[in-house]
């Protein structure tokens, strides 16, 4: 069974930083482009950042460029999330998902596979 699982979410102060990690398992991933998406109470899922699947191009929502870097490890079938200088509005439950495709997609119908979420709150 395919399954996802996040972690390494939390409560943080405003400009503090967190890593979040997706640990894939049940299958490799490493063919799929991986992406992390938020959502915050009574709002959509957004997207948030994208990796290939080689991890060679990157892409982030203008929200977080600057602030947020993703990065895949291959080998150990694991995707992070790099968040730094975090704000309130990033308040949000983190999902990592998974794409058959190999390029990345911002759009979540293109995603087939997603974790559980995990809850990261900013505080001011």
């Known amino acids: 069974q395919v399954q996802l699982v996040e972690s390494g979410g939390g409560l943080v102060l405003a400009g503090g930083s967190l890593r979040l990690s997706c640990a894939a398992s049940g299958r490799t991933f490493s063919g799929y482009a991986m992406g992390w998406f938020r959502q915050a109470p009574g709002k959509e899922r957004e997207f948030v950042a994208g990796i290939s699947w080689s991890g060679g191009t990157t892409y982030y929502a203008d929200s977080v460029k600057g602030r947020f870097r993703i990065s895949r490890d291959v080998a150990k079938n694991t995707v992070f999330l790099q968040m730094n200088s975090l704000k309130p509005e990033d308040t949000a439950v983190y999902y990592c998902?998974?794409?058959?495709?190999?390029?990345?997609?911002?759009?979540?119908?293109?995603?087939?596979?997603w974790g559980q979420g995990t809850q990261v709150t900013v505080s001011s």
């Open positions: 998902a998974a794409s058959e495709l190999r390029s990345i997609v911002t759009m979540k119908d293109k995603y087939t596979y």
